[in-house]
């Protein structure tokens, strides 16, 4: 049996955050409470084995104890679609959060520009937590400086920008986007016609026309949306590009399928056939600039298959979280198709998406 000297001696070392109760009967079961600031993790230990079983389970419990349960981490890991208030304008950015070994935790962070950034160490204590990033596209060298808070909805805090100045932000817990059962696709709808933008919107000055079918943008300005907004579907559509153009299309409005002049490059998530900063194309499969090209996707939930030039170069992968450029990060929501117009000049033709029901 275990002695109740020995439970007392064990129980009187733990860390004042953790309190037991124990029936000693049997040495069957003990109740353990995790008080934290946000909320109490009752775990039951129905120890069935004999006592030598039992003061071993004791042991390992008493040395999980040693992490302090008050800065207990889990409450902040996990995928958050962040909202940047940058004087009258809403930045979607995006956070992940990871354990790393014991104690350290580490993450992600889409800002809303440019690709995913790895965050080295995210420090955490009494619901509140602090980074740092370096910059990536922006000119200064000041780096990003996030602090932040557990908060009833979800997460709120500053960022000191580049430019030295303090902002606002809030974050919700990113949806699961998980989808069940067999997919049934509905009817195809072409999305451009032969003369003009019917059924779409720049996102600025407009530089985009449509003639014979072919919708081009022959110098960088504003990028092309679609007045409709799709949630699960697949899409084809065909494009070409000049020698060392750019575009890309996004789908719901927030992740980038990569479009550059990238022939003879390695695979990476910046070139084509890539998730732009998440997921790189398992080859190149790119043509000579001025060739026509074709990519055909499907999105369900997070899931993605990219076909590049009659190639599948990502297979039923996860997309994270939204990728540089979105429109917003409203991950739950339905959105539109996005055309980049901003990097270069670029045409496209043939664009056909067939919704999935």
């Not at 990871?98 to 965050?119: E, N, Y």
């Not at 072919?214 to 070409?240: M, W």
């Not at 695979?267 to 001025?290: C, K, Q, T, W």
Request: with cysteine; hydrophobic share 35%.
């Amino acid at each position: 049996m275990l002695h109740q000297s020995y439970l007392y001696t064990v129980t009187n070392a733990l860390p004042n955050s953790v309190k037991i109760s124990a029936s000693l009967v049997n040495c069957n079961c003990f109740k353990t409470y995790y008080l934290n600031p946000y909320y109490m993790k009752v775990t039951d230990f129905l120890l069935r084995a004999n006592c030598r079983h039992g003061m071993l389970a004791f042991l390992f419990l008493f040395l999980a104890a040693g992490v302090n349960a008050q800065d207990d981490t889990s409450a902040i890991e996990g995928r958050w679609d962040l909202t940047i208030t940058m004087a009258d304008k809403q930045l979607p950015s995006w956070l992940e959060v990871q354990h790393s070994g014991v104690r350290t935790l580490v993450g992600r962070l889409v800002f809303a520009s440019g690709s995913a950034r790895p965050i080295s160490k995210i420090n955490f204590k009494d619901g509140k937590f602090n980074f740092t990033l370096p910059p990536q596209w922006e000119k200064e060298t000041k780096d990003l400086e996030f602090e932040g808070a557990i908060t009833p909805t979800g997460l709120s805090g500053t960022l000191i920008f580049v430019d030295g100045k303090k902002y606002t932000w809030t974050g919700v817990r990113a949806p699961t986007l998980r989808r069940t059962g067999e997919p049934v696709f509905g009817e195809p709808i072409n999305l451009l016609n032969n003369s003009d933008l019917k059924g779409w919107h720049a996102m600025g000055e407009n530089q985009w026309t449509v003639e014979n079918g072919i919708l081009r943008s022959a110098k960088s300005g504003a990028n092309l949306v679609t007045d409709l907004s799709f949630t699960d579907f697949k899409l084809h559509l065909e494009f070409r590009y000049q020698k060392g153009s750019n575009s890309g299309v996004y789908l719901r409005g927030r992740y980038e399928v990569q479009i550059d002049d990238a022939k003879g490059l390695e695979p990476m998530s910046g070139h084509l056939g890539g998730i732009y900063g998440f997921l790189p194309p398992n080859e190149n499969v790119a043509r000579d600039p001025g060739e026509w090209q074709t990519y055909d996707i499907t999105l369900r939930g997070r899931m993605v298959t990219v076909v590049a030039n009659n190639k599948t170069v990502i297979c039923n992968q996860e997309i994270p979280g939204i990728t540089g450029g979105a429109i917003d990060s409203k991950e739950g929501e339905p959105g539109p198709l996005l055309l980049q117009g901003d990097h270069g000049p670029i045409e496209y033709r043939n664009i056909i998406i067939t919704p999935i029901k």
